[in-house]
């Protein structure tokens, strides 16, 4: 898809559809929907005075303009409430109106940018929301099928205001363009299914990242047992797909200058729970549980993309966690890269075992910050909700700041939640190790999954994203998603506007 900035008079210009836009209980028309609404002979007025269309935010009503000006349609999108309006909103009205547009047959559209007229929302970080929630919502995933391939919409026109720097609109649809991408690559990883999107799969795609600036390093089997990460290895003993540790460092070479930060993701590339086996429903979403580990390649894409100016690593650690005579039992002992011993009490408990020698690994870079993202509890999905937030832990205030800051600006909402010393106490309760991996209580899971990593952080600020209710949503109509059910990308713009923001 083409984006486009263009000065035209909006009445008077030649596309098939024009998207305007306008805040809940608002009755009249002002600026550019106010000269449409003129050259319709007031029609848009007349609409919104009967209460056909009342503004909520995603709300859709197309008005056909039967010849009056050369675009043969208008889609007025809610903004919602004036009062709660934000990026987000953009995103979110910008997305239903190109949905629909696109579901009308349209191929080219021009479209205004939404509410800077009456926000203190900058034209740049306005056009990167509605150049995001444009290419998010149109997304489609649809490799596999033969036959009904969607007709994408070809160009979209912003409408630019002669007192808006052109370089400010172009700078915000470009990074939209870029986060968009990025979100894209880690939906597609994850809506892979689990016999093409193995671990070796997985490696091959972060070898993708084309830039010179970002090195791509991919540890087999015998170079993580050389990192004697006994945590991680004990997960994929099951599987006859070898494991992968997956190591891409941007910026390399100014370690020696400046802290990195680093991102470190789960990727179970399929996750059956191991002799802790889940239930058929339980299976279903499985191939999902490696979203984190696609996020952070999709960050790292990003960050080279937007030539972040200080260094980033991404660290996934891929395998499957699968049932077979070679598969780790309830009540083994395995030993992390840290020496430090861990009872496996319950195999479905694997995503913070690969995690744990990933999180040792990282403070090798002498990190600022480690963040890791994971779909690690279901725990999660029941504290917050599908669809609602993801989880944050954080040991680092600072941190979880910068996190939640990102988060408003992303429109990608996480929750702070505790870390109380009991979970630390809980995790630590094993009668024959160092750690358990689980409590065998479903009621402490969130806390203590969190609390576990914990302990392979040593020397270093750390966040922990729990990414369960956010990676993977269904059809609900209450769930208002960027995009079709399945993978969101969760994480990806999160962390790319943390990076935009984030000073080294």
């Given at each position: ?56 935010l995603r709300e859709v009503t197309e008005i056909y303009t039967n010849g009056q000006i050369p675009a043969d349609r208008i889609i007025l999108v809610g903004l919602g409430p004036e009062k709660d309006f934000n990026e987000n909103s953009i995103r979110h009205a910008a ?362 952080t040593e020397g270093f600020s750390w966040a922990h994203i729990d990414i369960a209710p956010m990676a993977f949503l269904s059809g609900s109509s209450v769930i208002k998603r960027l995009g079709p059910a399945g993978a969101t990308g969760f994480g990806v713009r999160l ?10």
């Open positions: 898809m083409k984006f486009n900035l263009i000065s035209n008079k909006i009445a008077e210009i030649d596309v098939d559809t024009i998207i305007l836009s306008i805040f809940m209980s608002n009755e009249t028309t002002n600026g550019l929907v106010h000269d449409v609404d003129l050259a319709l002979n007031g029609l848009i007025s007349e609409i919104l005075s009967r209460g056909d269309h009342k503004g909520k997305g239903a109106a190109a949905l629909r547009a696109r579901q009308l047959g349209s191929r080219k559209m021009a479209s205004i940018i939404h509410g800077i007229e009456k926000s203190q929302i900058s034209a740049n970080y306005a056009v990167r929301a509605a150049t995001e929630g444009t290419m998010l919502s149109l997304y489609s995933f649809g490799k596999y099928k033969s036959e009904n391939k969607i007709d994408n919409i070809e160009e979209i026109s912003f409408i630019k205001d002669e007192d808006i720097e052109s370089k400010d609109l172009i700078s915000g649809i470009e990074q939209g363009k870029i986060i968009s991408n990025a979100v894209q690559l880690a939906r597609d990883l994850v809506n892979e299914p689990p016999n093409i999107c193995t671990p070796a799969f997985l490696a091959e795609q972060a070898m993708q990242i084309d830039d010179a600036n970002t090195d791509v390093n991919i540890l087999t089997e015998s170079q993580i047992e050389n990192l004697s990460m006994g945590a991680f290895l004990s997960v994929g003993r099951g599987s006859t797909r070898k494991p992968r540790f997956i190591v891409i460092e941007y910026n390399k070479k100014l370690l020696g200058q400046m802290q990195p930060l680093v991102l470190a993701g789960k990727a179970i590339t399929f996750d059956t729970g191991g002799y802790s086996l889940k239930s058929a429903s339980g299976m279903s979403t499985m191939k999902a549980d490696m979203a984190g580990g696609a996020a952070v390649i999709g960050a790292l894409q990003a960050a080279s993309k937007l030539k972040v100016p200080y260094p980033v690593i991404g660290l996934i650690p891929a395998t499957e966690n699968m049932v077979s005579g070679t598969a780790s039992h309830p009540s083994d002992i395995v030993t992390a890269s840290n020496n430090k011993t861990i009872e496996i009490v319950n195999t479905d408990a694997e995503g913070r075992l690969i995690l744990a020698d990933a999180l040792v690994y990282a403070a090798k870079y002498n990190p600022k910050h480690v963040i890791d993202l994971a779909t690690l509890t279901g725990s999660a999905v029941i504290a917050l909700g599908e669809g609602s937030a993801a989880a944050l832990f954080a040991k680092d205030t600072n941190l979880a700041d910068l996190l939640l800051t990102a988060s408003e600006s992303s429109g990608e909402r996480i929750w702070r939640m505790p870390l109380y010393p009991e979970y630390t106490d809980w995790m630590k309760a094993s009668n024959v190790a160092d750690l358990r991996n689980s409590t065998a209580k479903r009621d402490t899971g969130i806390g203590t999954s969190a609390a576990f990593l914990q302990e392979f962390l790319s506007h943390l990076m935009i923001e984030y000073a080294n």
